[in-house]
């Protein structure tokens, strides 16, 4: 039977939390200073150089409305996507979660881009879909063909 | 010949202020009688003269007689002084006073009493110098303590400053541990080894951060406790100046009664 215990990075948006599976992020860095750019989705926030290539900054916060942690320590998630990097910026990176209880959900619940989540001990955390979660917009938006992104993320 | 003493009654009277009783006698009878506003003698002008009465005695004796009574008979203690009077070797009757005791004691009394007062007020001097002395040594150590708070207050500043270094190492100290967990995690299994070392500096960062909220909590604590100390010194501070300003009160009321029994003791020496 496939072992299924994965690892995970724990963060939260606002006053919840996350995980996403670790493979797909690529490093955590504090917040920098981000260039804004004309007729990106309003979730974009702009790009940012990080030793000498573009990254593109997402903020699910405005997609998803959400207020930012007053508290909190941001970070920017950097996922790698072909060529391309792209930061999630979060509230705050909580910690290395390792796990094999994984449990599916139905996907109309929670905007269609969590379909499982992590069993603890002490609480349920859901698994934020990164194939979902970057497919439509950004990619079109990156001038990427959406399959093309997906297989992307998969060639990990 | 005894009509001439008559003027002697309102004089002796007035001698004793008013207070003492004065009476003239023959042989036989009261014949001048003047009360005194302390001693009311149950004599009236005509009354035969008791054969108990020191005035009695003057007569029949030749000399000067004194009695002393206490207090129960007119309810203050009193003396009586009769004289004889003699003319020409013959004894014509007498004058005699009666006059509270206190009137007696009162000048022996005043100089005693003025004495003690004196030699008790050199005391309460001395007493007040010395309670002067330590009100001004309370004040300055207050002083000291106020200051030496200001200066632990200073320090527990600079301590802040080490705790926010701390807690900012802490915090890039976990960073570093993730993105080393990440690195390893990508380097398979070559990666395992370098894994458990970024694995023992995340736990460094939580105990870092952990520490870092200990010492602050406890920064806290002797920060509110120098705001206590403050305030008492505040109070204590307002408490010496009350002090400060009773002891001067005090010390010009010391000068004035000095000044008082000075002239009391004067006085009760002239007497």
């Given amino acids: 039977m496939e072992d299924l215990t994965k690892q995970y990075i724990q963060f939260k948006l606002g006053e919840q939390d996350y995980v ?3 493979l797909y992020v690529r490093e955590i860095i504090k917040p920098v200073e981000i260039t ?7 979730f974009v926030q702009g790009v940012t150089k ?21 508290k909190g320590e941001p970070r920017i998630i950097i996922f790698e996507f072909g060529n391309e990097k792209i930061g999630l910026i979060v509230d705050e990176v909580v910690e290395i979660i390792e796990t094999n209880h994984i449990e599916k959900i139905p996907s109309f619940i929670h905007h269609g881009i969590i379909h499982k989540l992590i069993k603890l001990q002490d609480n349920i955390i859901p698994i934020l879909d990164v194939e979902i979660l970057f497919s439509n917009e950004v990619a079109t938006w990156l001038n990427l063909e959406e399959n093309e992104a997906v297989s992307n993320l998969k060639l990990r | 010949m005894l009509k001439q003493y008559f003027q002697m009654v309102p004089m002796l009277h007035d001698v004793l202020f008013g207070k003492g009783a004065v ?4 042989c036989e009878k009261f014949i001048e009688m003047k009360q005194g506003s302390r001693i009311t003698m149950p004599i009236k002008v005509g009354d035969i003269i ?26 203050v203690a009193y003396y ?8 020409n070797g013959e004894i014509i009757g007498g004058i005699a006073i009666a ?13 005693d009493m003025s004495h003690e007062l004196a030699s008790s007020m050199e005391q309460i001097s001395a007493a ?3 309670i002067a002395i330590s009100a001004q040594q309370l004040a300055t150590n207050g002083q000291n303590v106020s200051e030496s708070s200001m200066n632990v207050n200073i320090k527990a500043e600079e301590m802040d400053e080490v705790v926010r270094y701390i807690d900012s190492v802490a915090c890039d100290t976990k960073l570093l541990g993730l993105n080393a967990s990440i690195e390893a995690a990508r380097a398979g299994e070559f990666g395992k080894g370098f894994g458990v070392v970024a694995s023992e500096i995340r736990s460094m960062a939580v105990a870092s951060a952990g520490s870092g909220r200990d010492i602050r909590k406890l920064i806290g604590g002797i920060r509110k406790l120098i705001g206590h100390m403050a305030d008492e010194l505040d109070k204590f501070g307002g408490n010496t100046q009350e002090v400060a300003a009773s002891i001067q009160e005090i010390g010009a009321s010391v000068e004035s009664l000095t000044q008082t029994a000075e002239q009391l003791a004067e006085m009760a020496e002239k007497l």
């Fill in chain 1, 20 to 22: 996403i599976e670790m």
């Fill in chain 2, 23 to 26: 009476a003239l006698y023959d």
């Fill in chain 1, 50 to 70: 990080l030793r000498d290539k573009v990254l593109t900054i997402i903020s699910l916060h405005k997609k998803f409305k959400i207020m930012n942690l007053v």
């Fill in chain 1, 36 to 42: 804004k750019l004309l007729g990106s989705p309003n």
């Fill in chain 2, 99 to 111: 006059i509270s005791s206190e009137m007696v004691y009162a000048s022996q009394k005043l100089q």
């Fill in chain 2, 80 to 87: 009586t002084i009769a004289y004889p009077i003699v003319t």
């Fill in chain 2, 128 to 130: 007040i110098e010395t």
């Fill in chain 2, 50 to 75: 008791p054969e108990s009465s020191g005035a009695y005695d003057s007569i029949h004796q030749g000399k000067r007689i004194t009695q002393e009574f206490g207090a129960e008979v007119y309810g």
